[in-house]
């Protein structure tokens, strides 16, 4: 177990859990989440070596990613990344082996990594919507409808302009990974 987590916990045997802020602080950086992500995927002991490989290949898009790429992995999960997934009890580390294993916190972490999109469908699906309906109601007015033929086109066009904008928005998010809040990062994997 993590040093600070166990500082956080005192001497009792009182279960801590890990604050939405700790998760959220070692997500920002992309080699803890692939790491978190490999063991919680594996479910066993990684070397430290064979995950900077792994992690190598990922950020060089090869297999067998140039010596001094997996040497610069190797050197900051040993030295950064890891021991503060460690601290966090998100992994075991056995410094002197260099293996990594799952930790208590992993599966916590891992959800975090996830993707929801039935989130983001229900807004594409809502903007989508609004979109069908704006054009049908532009379409009625164009077309003489008694109600909708006294607004004026710029009203529909504005309305019908400013929704699809709103969906154009939603889907590029969920395509590229802006989140506002840090509740689905696995689209920073790809």
Sequence with gaps: MGAALRQRQGEGDQAASLAETDIYDVLKNERRQR???????????QSVRALSEHIAAIETDTETPPRNV?????????????????????????ADAKDVAPGRHTATVAAYLTDTPTDRAR?????????????????A??????????????????????????????????????????????????
């Design 35 to 45: 790491v978190v992500e490999r063991l919680a995927d594996c479910a066993e002991t």
């Design 70 to 94: 997996r040497h610069s992995v190797y050197v900051s999960l040993c030295q950064t990344h890891i021991p503060k997934l460690d601290d966090l009890d998100i992994v075991d580390y056995d």
């Design 123 to 139: 807004h594409d699906e809502y903007y989508l919507g609004l979109g069908v309906v704006g054009s049908l109601l532009v379409a």
């Design 141 to 190: 007015g164009v077309l003489g409808a008694p109600i909708l033929s006294t607004a004026p086109a710029i009203v529909g066009l504005t309305f019908l302009a400013l929704t699809t904008l709103a969906a154009g928005f939603f889907v590029a998010r969920g395509r590229l990974g802006a989140f506002g809040t840090l509740g689905s990062l696995s689209t920073l994997r790809r």
